[in-house]
């Protein structure tokens, strides 16, 4: 399994690359069939936030499967171990579904009750992030696959980014198993059975919710279908 590390306004050490290399084989154990792990290291410079500062960031692909975790801590192996606890629950809760599909895993079903946003959490997915000093271009224009764009607006603290996934459309039960993979509150997808870009996200205990959008036109469009 290839280790890949990289540092955000920090200087990795050797002896935190020797630290990495000895306690990823947390990860081979549950996931053998895993070929990278991404390990970002950043630092935040705020004084306020000294007990954080240090922030461990874990991505391993495994085949299509990508697994994620992230958490901060005063140091980097503390950081480091948190991320580690989280990675492998998910890592195995990704085995155990597998084992569950294969003994007729029902999906689980979700309520396409009222949707409520979820605390954001940053994503910092595998890709650069190129700057632009114009905030139109944050929200428009063309960008490529992976490609992505982040500006601040004005002088204002607001920052606005926007970067290209490129997805094959799933159903709901496949958007659910991304959303645990990846250790958030919501996924987004592009639904199988209706076409419609839509969000899967967690309420309470084990209850899901989905929601969906789509323009008056095109309702009005399949209503009519439907009729005709």
Do not use: C
């Not at 399994?1 to 990495?20: C, S």
């Not at 549950?30 to 410079?45: F, K, N, Y």
């Not at 890592?91 to 084992?99: F, T, Y």
């Not at 700057?131 to 603290?157: F, K, Q, R, Y």
């Amino acid at each position: 399994m290839d280790i890949v590390l990289t540092g955000r306004h920090i200087q990795i050490k050797q002896k935190f690359r020797d630290v990495v290399e000895s306690k990823m084989n947390r990860v081979t154990a549950i996931a053998p069939d895993a070929q990278r792990v991404q390990v970002v290291l950043s630092h935040e410079g705020n004084p306020r936030l000294h007990d954080t500062a240090v922030r461990v960031e874990l991505t391993v692909i495994a085949g299509s499967t990508v697994v994620r975790a992230e958490a901060s801590s005063l140091d980097e192996v503390s950081a480091l171990d948190l991320a580690l606890d989280k990675l492998t629950l998910r890592l195995r809760r990704a085995r155990d579904r597998r084992k569950d599909h294969r003994k007729n895993y029902s999906p689980v079903p979700v309520d396409a009750g009222k949707f409520v946003p979820p605390s954001e959490e940053r994503e910092d997915i595998m890709g650069d992030e190129p700057a632009d000093n114009s905030p139109a271009n944050a929200v428009a224009g063309d960008l490529g696959p992976g490609e992505s764009v982040e500006v601040h607006v004005g002088d204002t603290p607001i920052v606005i980014r926007r970067k290209l996934h490129i997805a094959e459309p799933m159903t709901i039960d496949e958007a659910l198993y991304e959303m645990e993979l990846i250790g958030h509150d919501f996924f987004l997808f592009v639904n199988k059975d209706t076409n419609r870009p839509s969000v899967v996200y967690h309420r309470h205990g084990w209850s899901y919710g989905v929601f969906e959008i789509d323009t008056p036109e095109n309702v009005k469009k399949l209503e009519e279908e439907r009729k005709a």
